[in-house]
């Protein structure tokens, strides 16, 4: 999942353009308070570049308020590489130092399981096949990101207390062309280590694709302050497991873990499938949280969630003022008109608003309820 970024030396324009609301009223309004707790605003697709070309100037303050007028109040920008948590940190300190977001922004620092091996070093070994290729640590890769969260969740060197979660790390097999399941492994075991050495108060943002059985394994695994020699008792880790597409069963065993005090995230990948609408139905209200992972995992129609009862995508879309665009078509015009211009195969964090109605959908019940458990969460 090669990814360009942008350059740290360019500064971020975050404030919203001169223009007429993005989103008109109509019987179908979104709630006023919406979380957002995984999107990765640091995609060069904000930027304008897909695959590597450009197609249209850089749109994030248009996207921001776009949410903003969905109903957002926050987003917790997510990382998942050394280069993109700084990043992601300088865009959330920024946005909070110029009052340029119309959207509180903050960020987790972390390593994706499919760029584990920033914090991998592979020693060949003597029949110089991969599978005898020895696994440990990267020292320095780990000490960058410790000393990332530390100055992150240290009030004196950053009261903006914009840094809000560990990750986004875990396991992913089902792209094992990027990492493999050894390397994964060892770099979150690192990664959860460090947030045992933070005494548990660093939540972490969890990844889990077709690894049920390892990622609960090393999940429930005791873990201990290695930092605080005084303390002898395992640390209580606390975090979401996002995008969560893994059943019921699944998340029934990972809200029992012991010492583990655990949340799921939901988006449109969650809820593809029947079992995923069913496993919304059945996490407690108070362990639930919403996502968009944009600008992945959008709601699509062909998805179980796409038509339920008292929801319909389509109707939806009509029902805001939503016009999807082909990002070869997109226009300046486009950024700065009333209208709610969405580009094709690009989710937004506006659409959470939509992940809830879906949700609300399938639980039966208002989209306030669901908005306002999911903020409080």
């Not at 340029?100 to 003597?126: D, Q």
Request: glycine share 8%; hydrophobic share 35%.
């Amino acid at each position: 999942m090669a990814r360009t970024t942008r350059s740290l030396s360019q500064p971020f324009n975050l404030s919203p353009r001169a223009h007429p609301s993005l989103l008109p009223s109509h019987l179908h309004q979104p709630p006023k308070h919406l979380t957002d707790i995984g999107a990765n605003l640091c995609d060069p697709m904000f930027q304008g570049c897909y695959g590597g070309k450009t197609y249209h100037e850089p749109d994030l303050s248009s996207v921001l308020l776009r949410a903003e007028r969905a109903g957002v109040g926050k987003i917790i920008v997510t990382a998942g590489s050394l280069p993109e948590s700084e990043e992601a940190l300088e865009m959330v300190v920024c946005s909070s130092s110029s009052s340029s977001s119309p959207v509180e922004l903050f960020c987790s620092a972390g390593v994706h399981p499919t760029r584990a091996g920033e914090l991998v070093v592979k020693k060949e070994g003597e029949g110089g096949s991969e599978e005898e290729e020895e696994r440990t640590l990267n020292a320095a890769a780990v000490t960058r990101l410790r000393s990332l969260l530390e100055k992150g969740f240290n009030k004196s060197s950053n009261p903006s207390g914009k840094l809000v979660a560990l990750g986004e790390t875990g396991l992913d097999y089902a792209r094992l062309q990027f990492s493999d399941p050894e390397t994964q492994k060892l770099a979150f075991d690192s990664q959860l280590d460090l947030a045992a050495e933070l005494g548990g108060r660093v939540p972490l943002f969890l990844h889990l694709r077709d690894a049920g059985e390892d990622f609960v394994s090393l999940l429930s695994k005791p873990r201990f302050n290695r930092a605080d020699p005084s303390s002898s008792s395992p640390v209580t880790l606390r975090g979401v497991v996002h995008s969560f597409d893994g059943g019921v069963e699944l998340m029934t065993r990972l809200l029992g873990l012991e010492n583990r005090d655990l949340f799921v995230g939901f988006n449109g990948c969650s809820l593809r499938e029947e079992s995923g609408l069913e496993a919304a139905r059945r996490v407690p209200l108070d362990r639930l949280l919403l996502e968009t992972d944009a600008p992945w995992c959008d709601l699509r129609p062909t998805h179980a969630s796409a038509v339920q009862n008292g929801f319909n995508l389509k109707d939806f879309d009509a029902a805001n003022g939503v016009v999807w665009k082909d990002k070869k078509k997109i226009s300046e015009d486009d950024f700065a008109s009333g209208k709610n211009v969405l580009i094709k195969g690009r989710n937004e964090p506006c659409r959470i608003a939509a992940v809830a109605a879906a949700v609300a959908a399938a639980r039966g019940c208002s989209v306030e309820e669901v908005a306002r458990a999911a903020w409080e969460n």
